[in-house]
């Protein structure tokens, strides 16, 4: 199975702050990886699929990077709905993966 | 517009057998694209992906689960149903419907939690 290590596990950070996420993949998966956020209650929304490609609808200070084993999510100005839980997973090979999930809190 | 609506037991009793149905909507589960299967939340934890099926025939479970489940074509038209054999309190959770393909899961129910308690 391929394990999805993503770092940090929660991280504080302000409205306009630049906060990056990362996901290590046990072993190399193309750009097959997506990142998905998740609000109290409600079903994750895919923001990212590709490693990079921006979902419709996402906004724009969403973007994803890497390939093979190291990924990043990055969101360049933090507003105030962007404050959830962030997940990425892994679809190149069967049993797909989540990474553990990151926490973006307000400081 | 697609939509999924998962339906089923919200209580369970160890032991049982967790059945869930998802009806899909506005779309087709004998699509030739997409693969459509099941992920959980327990409470407060992370996601876990539990399996996908293709209409065809073709399924893939999580190893972990493996020998106790099963997802399969509904008894209607576009639905897909979630089988869990012998379930545990670790079965506790959200259970969520999905249509999965090449670029991951692009489209989720709104989720059902099911409780499995004595």
């Known amino acids: 199975d391929i394990q999805m290590t993503q770092s940090p596990s929660s991280l504080s950070a302000s409205a306009g702050d630049r906060v990056a996420i990362t996901c290590r993949a046990s072993?190399?998966?193309?750009?097959?990886l997506g990142w998905y956020q998740q609000k109290p209650g409600q079903a994750p929304k895919r923001v990212i699929y590709?490693?990079?490609s921006l979902q419709s609808g996402i906004p724009s200070r969403f973007s994803g990077s890497g390939s093979g084993t190291e990924f990043t999510l990055t969101i360049s100005s933090l507003q105030p709905e962007d404050f959830a839980t962030y997940y990425c997973?892994?679809?190149?090979?069967?049993?797909?993966?989540f990474g553990q999930g990151t926490k973006v809190e307000i400081k | 517009q697609l939509q999924l609506q998962e339906s089923g037991p919200g209580l369970l009793k160890p032991s049982e057998t967790l059945s869930l149905t998802c009806t899909v909507s506005a779309g087709s589960i004998s699509s030739s694209t997409y693969y459509w299967g099941w992920i959980r939340q327990p409470p407060g934890k992370g996601l876990e992906w539990i399996g996908s099926?293709?209409?065809?025939?073709?399924?893939y479970y999580s190893p972990s689960l493996k020998s106790r489940v099963s997802i399969s074509v509904g008894t209607s038209k576009n639905q897909f149903s979630l089988n869990l054999t012998f379930v545990t309190a670790a079965d506790t959770a959200v259970y969520y419907c999905?249509?999965?393909?090449?670029?991951?899961?692009?489209?989720w129910g709104q989720g059902i939690l099911v409780t499995v308690s004595a």
């Open positions: 997973l892994q679809h190149n090979s069967y049993p797909w993966t």
């Open positions: 099926f293709y209409y065809s025939g073709s399924s």
């Open positions: 999905a249509r999965q393909g090449l670029r991951g899961v692009g489209f």
């Open positions: 072993q190399g998966i193309g750009n097959d």
């Open positions: 590709a490693a990079s």
